[in-house]
């Protein structure tokens, strides 16, 4: 009899492969009709899985919990996507865990280590920073995906990422290749060495090059959601309208600044031009269409879970591995 994976399933049920383990998670930010659909086709194949693991896997195999920081974050969602793909070719059972953006990954990850067992940890969308801590008694290899693991302590840390410094001096350059010198910078916190701080550095950089200055008024933090953009963006511009470019740290960024633009009575890129990092496939399709610094989300998936399977099995070193991204002109700039 043949043994389905979820990605047979996913196909079958005409769904993605995330909302399968989504439920088999239980996860309630499935509807109703869609998990019973899901769930008759693994019927129908007489698919066995649990609330954790995907697919059918043997009980002595290694399992990966892949932690992803940002619920609703549509470039994280299609990262581990992508991860679960190259999982399934592998026969690897992996448990994908979604948090908060507030919340604590490291902690997360602990807990998971103490009450399952986890043979490696890949992090999505986290934060590199003091709470790392907790995790300094766990001799478990761990990957970071899209934030540089390299000069931190955790000696069984691994990363893959893109070149935030100089993808963000990159996305600054076109808007100032196109006139715009009067620019903002919406994103995270600048401080440390994670990828809000490495972007908020080529920013700097690009305006620095073009003989401008990145000033402090114009660097606005926020969570990275189109909600708290929109309301950062309304206060920002009724203090700064003088302001003609934005780089925004994350496309979901940008959706909330321009959506502020639009109800402010400006016109987006006549009046203000703007440019965010992900290249989420949204993006394409909006009024005017995103610029953006598209990551490369499948080689950062293939190569995470590379890295891992080969400190895993191999006793490999951690590897941190730079990617480059593209910047992509569409109808924003």
């Known amino acids: 009899m043949k043994i389905y994976t979820i990605r047979d399933i996913a196909e079958k049920a005409g769904v993605s492969v995330t909302t399968v383990s989504r439920v088999l998670n239980h996860r309630p930010d499935v509807s109703k009709d869609t998990q019973q659909r899901v769930e008759r086709v693994m019927a129908e194949c ?13 009980a002595d195999s290694e399992t990966v919990a892949v932690i992803i920081r940002g619920r609703q974050n549509p470039f994280l ?3 581990a996507e992508e991860m679960l793909q190259c999982a399934d070719r592998d026969q690897a059972a992996v448990i994908l865990e979604y948090i908060d953006e507030k919340a604590d990954e490291f902690r997360h990850a602990l807990m998971l280590s103490h009450s399952r067992r986890i043979s490696g940890l890949i992090f999505v969308g986290s934060r590199i920073d003091e709470r ?29 990422s893109m070149d935030d410094r100089a993808m963000a001096c990159a996305a600054v350059e076109a808007l100032l290749a196109r006139g715009r010198k009067r620019i903002a910078v919406f994103g995270g916190n600048r401080q440390g060495t994670d990828s809000p701080a490495l972007r908020a550095l080529g920013a700097r950089e690009a305006m620095e090059k073009g003989g401008w200055q990145l000033e402090d008024s114009r660097y606005v933090e926020t969570r990275f959601t189109p909600a708290d953009a929109y309301e950062a963006a309304r206060d920002f511009f ?23 633009l639009k109800d402010l009575g400006k016109q987006v890129p006549r009046d203000v031009s703007v440019i965010g990092i992900d290249g989420i496939e949204i993006g394409r399709y909006l009024i005017p269409s995103l610029s953006t610094v598209v990551q490369p989300a499948a080689e950062i998936a293939r190569q ?14 951690g590897k941190h591995i730079t990617l480059p991204g593209k910047v992509e002109i569409r109808e924003s700039i």
């Open 46 to 58: 007489h698919f066995v899985g649990n609330a954790n693991a995907r697919g059918l896997k043997q």
């Open 238 to 260: 009724s203090r700064c309208p003088d302001t003609d470019g934005v780089f925004c740290m994350s496309d979901l960024v940008a959706l909330g600044v321009i959506r502020a």
């Open 304 to 317: 995470s879970m590379q890295v891992l399977y080969d400190m895993m099995q191999h006793g490999a070193p």
């Open 77 to 79: 969602n299609a990262l």
């Open 132 to 160: 790392c801590r907790v995790l300094s008694g766990v001799n478990i290899p761990m990957v970071f995906a899209t934030v540089s693991a390299a000069g931190t302590p955790m000696e069984r840390a691994a990363s893959v």
